[in-house]
């Protein structure tokens, strides 16, 4: 059973930049598809962005544009989102996502889910 850890929100300025980091236990990240997904309050969950086990594919939000970076290390079975240029309307909790074991191809299912971290921004 994988157990997913997210972590690294805060509180920032509009404009600001985040890491979060989604660690895994009780199996290895690097065999998954990994999905970073956001809620803000009174909205529905929505996926970010995410990529396969292989990273040869990756599905993203029409609003990613070029602000959120996802990314692995494997060696620290650890998966990251970096987040530039933060505006007010990207505060959420952002969760982490882990399924789709060795498909490449969207849509993955995915089946653990870190328990989320807050990310606000303030203008």
């Known amino acids: 059973q994988v157990q997913l850890v997210d972590s690294g929100g805060g509180s920032v300025q509009d404009g600001g930049s985040l890491r979060l980091a989604c660690t895994a236990s009780g199996g290895s990240l690097r065999n998954y598809a990994v999905g970073w997904f956001r809620q803000a309050p009174g909205k529905e969950r929505e996926l970010v962005v995410a990529?396969?086990?292989?990273?040869?594919?990756?599905d993203y939000a029409d609003f990613v544009k070029d602000r959120f970076t996802i990314s692995r290390e494997n060696n620290k079975n650890t998966a990251f989102l970096q987040i530039s240029n933060l505006k007010p309307e990207d505060t959420a909790v952002y969760f982490c996502a882990a399924g789709g074991q060795h498909i490449d191809y969207p849509p993955w299912e995915f089946d653990y889910w870190g328990q989320g971290t807050q990310v606000t921004v303030s203008s």
């Open positions: 990529v396969s086990w292989s990273g040869r594919q990756a």
